[in-house]
T-cell receptor, first 113, second 110 residues
């Protein structure tokens, strides 16, 4: 499958901990987007990378960070986790910043206890 | 600031009835508007974009800059249209932030 791949699919951890979510974009896609979806919330835009560089930032907390590596996969690091960080985290990719269509992964469901 | 508003969390219609999913946006420049759909157990996927001005699965959406709206319409709803629909806006000015609304769940009743 050459679609967007996210790991892990499910993650349960405790408050105060740190986790890393991984995203592999579609083959050939240079742009990666991260979104957070909490209960009854829409998709909250966190951050976007294009070919390794940060291009746009949304309401991403300082406790969260991300990066895109030379092989174009991306990681979202969440630290000092709080109960409110429990959410579905989506990664999406696109060929470039102009094309417009986003291709989504299945999401990583994070539960903070 | 960019903002997308979908006022309805849930919309229930009967099969064969017309459907209109509302989307209003706030953006100072010239935005690109999109509708994404998530069917049960499937990934979120693009349904249509305003630039294409096309009809997909019988759905159309017209960008109304005066009313800052991009409502999704279908004249006759089908049961397979039941899904979660998200309106999205992509700005420009070199930032290309891609903002989504909170989504509307469409239920088409038999």
């Amino acid at each position: 499958d050459s679609g967007v791949t996210q790991t892990p699919k499910h993650l349960i951890t405790a408050t105060g901990q740190r986790v890393t979510l991984r995203c592999s974009p579609r083959s050939g896609d240079l742009s990666v987007y991260w979104y957070q979806q909490s209960l009854d919330q829409g998709l909250q835009f966190l951050i976007q990378y294009y070919n390794g560089e940060e291009r746009a930032k949304g309401n991403i907390l300082e406790r969260f960070s991300a990066q895109q590596f030379p092989d174009l996969h991306s990681e979202l690091n969440l630290s000092s986790l709080e109960l409110g960080d429990s959410a579905l985290y989506f990664c999406a990719s696109s060929v470039d910043v102009v094309t417009g269509e986003l291709f989504f992964g299945e999401g990583s469901r994070l539960t903070v206890l | 600031a960019q903002r997308v508003t979908q006022p309805e969390k849930l919309l229930s219609v009967f099969k064969g009835a017309p459907v209109e999913l509302k989307c209003n946006y706030s953006y100072s420049g010239s935005p690109e508007l999109f509708w994404y759909v998530q069917y049960s157990r499937q990934r979120l996927q693009l349904l249509l974009r305003h630039i294409s001005r096309e009809s997909i699965k019988g759905f159309t959406a017209d960008l109304n800059k005066g009313e800052t709206s991009f409502h999704l319409k279908k004249p006759f709803a089908q049961e397979e249209d039941s899904a979660m629909y998200y309106c999205a806006l992509r700005g420009g000015s070199g930032t290309y932030k891609y903002i989504f609304g909170t989504g509307t769940r469409l239920k088409v009743l038999a």
